[in-house]
Structures are given as C-alpha cells and as structure tokens.
C-alpha cells in the first residue's frame, strides 16, 4: 500500500492517509503512546520509532523533506509537520 508523497499542500488529506499507513504496518506506537503494547521494551520501541520515522519521510517530497529531516524522534517529526502545514482554521481546511 503507497500513497502519493506529501508536497506541502492538502496536509489533512495526507494525514489522514499517513495514519492509517501507518496503524496498517503496526508503526503507530511512539507517535500515539496509547496504542503502544504494555509489555514493549525500550529496543523494540526503538526499531519501531526508526521504521516510522522512515515510512514518513519516504512519503514525503523533497522540499517538505529538507524542513523536517532534522527530527530524529518520530513524534517530534510528525509535530513539527503539523505545526508546518496543517492548517490553523476552518476556512483554511475547507479550501485547500
């Protein structure tokens, strides 16, 4: 399962298609905490943070790549694309 690589526009969309990419190859774990299993060690944790931190940046173009590839933890990578692109009001969301 692919979906097209994230170019800066239309981040909701992305989003939520990245997610569900994501929670399908069970890598949701370190950047939803919640949905992590009890009984993870820190080294498995680990080895899942680095897949999907990968998985996102192979979905993302390179011009989005350059403003985030400085993130090394996966939750911090997935902030700092919100914070980057997701749209800060309704209208915004609406028309883009």
């Not at 990245?18 to 009984?39: F, R």
């Not at 911090?76 to 915004?92: D, F, G, M």
Request: net charge positive; glycine share 4%; aromatic share 8%.
């Amino acid at each position: 399962m692919e979906i097209e690589k994230f170019n800066g526009k239309k981040f909701e969309s992305w989003k939520l298609k990245m997610e569900d990419l994501l929670v399908d190859k069970q890598q949701w774990a370190t950047i939803n905490p919640g949905t992590k299993h009890a009984a993870m060690l820190q080294e498995d944790l680990d080895k899942v943070d680095k897949k999907e931190r990968s998985t996102i940046l192979l979905c993302l173009l390179d011009l989005v790549l350059l403003n985030v590839s400085g993130e090394e933890i996966t939750k911090n990578l997935w902030e700092k694309l919100r914070n980057l692109y997701q749209s800060k009001c309704l209208v915004n969301k609406l028309f883009h």
